[in-house]
DNA sequence: TTGCGTGCAAAGGTTTTGCATGGCA
DNA sequence: TGCCATGCAAAACCTTTGCACGCAA
């Protein structure tokens, strides 16, 4: 029902390498060691996500990105995500504030945050240096 | 700097017809009492959420939809919004535990975000319930 | 041998851009 | 009168799909 391809494990282990980074297709493109059809990187995505092995996020438009989660799926679970609007840089936001506040959140507002799907925009360190320099 | 043009302002007033409601851009051409091209309703939307007028959403791949905020966008400066990914309610989410946050995140992380782009996704209290009855 | 996976190219859809024209201030 | 905004079409972009071929089981 599954066959075993060189091209799926290539990009697993290529997705592995990368631990909890989120890549989009053009870089896994880019990063694998034997050039893989486009078509089959998403189609490869798309039978890793349906398994669970991989995560999904969408962003602003942007490329989506792709994360490997196989080893330990919950390794993202806890944390945010803050989105550089003028770069684009995206940053994990390991920090227990988030938790604290998905907590509140939840008590408070009867609301549960998913911290996959919520990304906060803004502008970050770096951009607001060069923006304070442009004035 | 900006000119008052016929087209802005029928979109801006079909915007406000709808309410808080999430449009496409599709629906919004289609909607419109008269055509404008396409091209000029992405231009004047993104004016328009510049100012702060209008949000703009981008869901998973699908096509962005938009929503007028305008007569209290000072009112959502402050504060960050939940949106339920199950029934699609979008709740304010007036709370100075969001302040903090965001402090604490410039403070710490260097990062300034910004309130009008950035939305937390989850459950809300109605659709857990739901849930919960449904296992 | 069977039929899934691959690769290429083409199609699909949304959004952006170039350029001449029209309309606001 | 200046200059921004518009419209059209074409481009750019990411992603999906069709089809013949190759390769895993």
């Known amino acids: 029902m599954a066959y075993q391809t060189k ?3 290539a990009l697993v ?3 592995r390498s990368q631990g909890s ?6 870089q896994i493109a880019a990063g694998l060691p034997e050039k893989i059809g486009t078509a089959t990187i998403y189609r490869q ?3 890793l996500a349906a398994r669970g092995l991989v995560r999904k996020y969408v962003g602003d438009g942007d490329p989506a990105c792709y994360q490997y989660v196989g080893d330990d799926a919950k390794n993202c679970m806890q ?3 803050l989105k550089c609007v003028s770069c684009g840089e995206l940053i994990h936001l390991e920090c227990e504030e988030m938790g604290r506040l998905s907590e509140h959140i939840l008590r408070e507002h009867g609301f549960r945050t ?3 799907r919520s990304v906060l925009y803004g502008t970050c360190a ?3 240096k060069k ?3 442009g004035q």
């Open 7 to 9: 091209q799926g494990r």
């Open 13 to 15: 282990e290529y997705l």
């Open 114 to 116: 998913d911290p996959l």
């Open 131 to 133: 923006e304070a320099e």
């Open 45 to 47: 995505l798309d039978k």
């Open 21 to 26: 980074r989120h890549v989009s297709v053009q």
């Open 79 to 81: 944390h945010f995500h």
């Open 126 to 128: 770096e951009c607001l």
